[in-house]
């Protein structure tokens, strides 16, 4: 199992405990997973996340192939075509893009032709919905969350766009799932680390109903606990424990 | 869901969820029964002992949620009794109060005691440092039961459907009441727990609960290294997986086994009134 939603470096609004490659490697195999999808945690907030991408690529050169670059992509950025274009040669599975922090609506663009541009390029696009709980972020973190008009507006943009959302909640992956064709669903995964678990079962509840091979592994290290979605697996009800999450591996297959 | 021979998730060592709740048919959910069986069936494949629990009035269906009627705190707090009543093994329960109707809401806590409730449970009718609710905190005192009192971590502003209080409302209180254990709710249940933990620092009476859906890295070290595990208390409310990760998190964090075990249940065993927890007694030293 991979993790896609796994960052390295400093956050801006409170300490982060040792946010390394190295340590993320020995929390991946105390968790039995095989690799991750890594972020540069700092880019999402630089103007121009370049540099902050530079330093992901050397950061994670040593621990390739099992911490797998995912550079932060401005597409109202001269020249973001060309990073795209790096990201591939770096060997990246994806993209990450940040359009609230970049003040982007739900509807710009420039967040379709970057889509359009990952896909091409046989790339996911990483979408983030939230860092924090929205009730203890920082007044300078003004952003808000990612809304699932955003996410739509994405998914319906071709059919070679391939979305991972993170950090989603139930009711916006229902929003969101059920405003799709069902072509359009296809472009969509889900990571599970903030969907909720017993009593409420909303994992459950979302396997039941939408299918467990639209989910995939994420944790959100190193900002939150990477026991939570391993715990969610576990205290799956009988109906649903143990079925198969997609592969991100095969996003394009 | 496991084969129920798998052990369980939390260890084979007692462990009190110090704050999970209930629904009943009195509330506006259809499907109050079935998240009421889930947790159990959570509880049972985690390894919890006891849920120490509380139920809200009727849940926001005929008064708010955080300002429950007398009428709807009186029918919640039979139903959390029957629950109680029912699963005597491994079910404890809260009496759930509004302060703002004082005489009614000492005259439940006399009631609910008479019938084994072993703790009380302030949401968030009033703010905690409000005078009206010593007649509430010197009730507790005279029944020997510890005060789970809902919080807000560090409240900048009024939020909607509640008054909230943080940890320096509930320090002020607890100064006034140094003779009663406070359980400050859910350090990982809204807003900043970064600033909750120097606000109560101060004030020994004070625990703190773990619950919560906020699963943040650093949060649980932050609590040990400003409170110390003596004053940490397990437990999930609603969000159960967050409960079992964080219990996996003190692993992580390398505490002692003597440490952990005062967070599973020995802080617990400690505070509530004794014979609570016959399965978790004698509480470790």
């Known amino acids: ?253 | 869901m496991s084969p129920v021979s798998a052990p369980p998730l939390g260890g084979p060592e007692p462990l009190i969820d110090v704050h999970a709740h209930f629904h009943h048919a009195g509330g506006p959910r259809a499907d109050w029964a079935a998240v009421n069986d889930a947790r159990f069936r959570a509880g049972a494949r985690i390894g919890i002992t006891y849920h120490v629990a509380s139920v809200l009035g009727s849940w926001g269906f005929s008064s708010p949620i955080y300002f429950p009627s007398p009428r709807d705190v009186t029918a919640g707090n039979d139903a959390m009794l029957a629950i109680a009543e029912r699963e005597p093994a491994c079910v404890r329960a809260y009496v759930t109060v509004n302060p703002n109707h004082t005489a009614h809401a000492v005259q439940e806590i006399a009631r609910c005691a008479a019938r084994g409730a072993v703790g009380l449970k302030l949401a968030a009718s009033r703010r905690a440092d409000d005078p009206l609710l010593d007649p509430v905190c010197e009730a507790a005192a005279r029944h020997g039961l510890p005060v789970l009192h809902h919080v807000w971590q560090h409240r900048t502003r009024d939020w909607p459907t509640q008054e909230i209080s943080d940890g320096v409302d509930l320090a002020a209180l607890a100064r006034r009441h140094v003779g009663v254990s406070f359980i400050l709710a859910h350090i990982g249940g809204g807003g900043d727990y970064l600033h909750t933990l120097p606000a109560i620092a101060d004030t020994p009476n004070i625990l703190v609960d773990v619950s919560g859906s906020g699963v943040d890295r650093g949060m649980l070290d932050e609590a040990i290294l400003q409170l110390g595990a003596e004053r940490i208390l397990w437990g999930c409310d609603v969000t159960m997986e967050t409960g079992i990760a964080k219990l996996m998190g003190f692993e992580a964090i390398r505490l002692d086994a003597g440490q952990r075990r005062l967070i599973r249940y020995g802080n617990a065993v400690r505070i509530f009134p004794a014979g609570s927890f016959p399965l978790a007694e004698p509480a470790p030293a």
């Open chain 1, 1 to 253: 199992m991979i993790d896609v939603n796994a960052l390295i470096g400093s956050y801006p609004f409170r300490y982060v405990p040792h946010p390394d490659p190295d340590v993320l490697t020995r929390v991946l195999e105390r968790e039995g997973l095989s690799g991750a999808w890594v972020g540069h945690l700092p880019s999402a907030f630089y103007r121009d996340p370049s540099a902050g991408n530079a330093q992901l690529y050397t950061a994670l050169a040593p621990y390739q192939p099992t911490l797998r670059p995912v550079p932060a992509i401005r597409p109202d950025w001269p020249k973001w075509e060309q990073a795209v274009r790096t990201a591939v040669r770096a060997g990246a599975p994806a993209v990450r893009a940040y359009p609230t922090i970049w003040q982007f609506g739900p509807h710009d663009p420039r967040m379709r032709e970057l889509a359009q541009a990952c896909g091409d390029a046989r790339l996911a696009l990483v979408l983030t919905v939230r860092f924090e709980d929205l009730r203890q972020r920082h007044p300078l973190d003004a952003a808000g969350d990612l809304t699932a008009a955003a996410i739509r507006d994405l998914a319906r943009c071709g059919p070679g766009v391939r979305l991972v959302v993170a950090a989603a909640g139930r009711e916006m992956i229902e929003e969101v799932h059920w405003g799709l064709t069902p072509e359009e669903q296809r472009r969509v995964v889900w990571d599970i680390s903030w969907i909720w678990g017993p009593p409420e079962d909303h994992l459950a509840r979302l396997f039941r109903t939408i299918g467990a091979d639209r989910f995939v592994y994420g944790t959100q290290w190193p900002l939150r606990l990477t026991q939570a979605p391993r715990a969610n697996l576990a205290l799956l009800p009988d109906d649903v424990a143990g079925k198969p999450l997609a592969d991100p591996d095969r996003l394009f297959v």
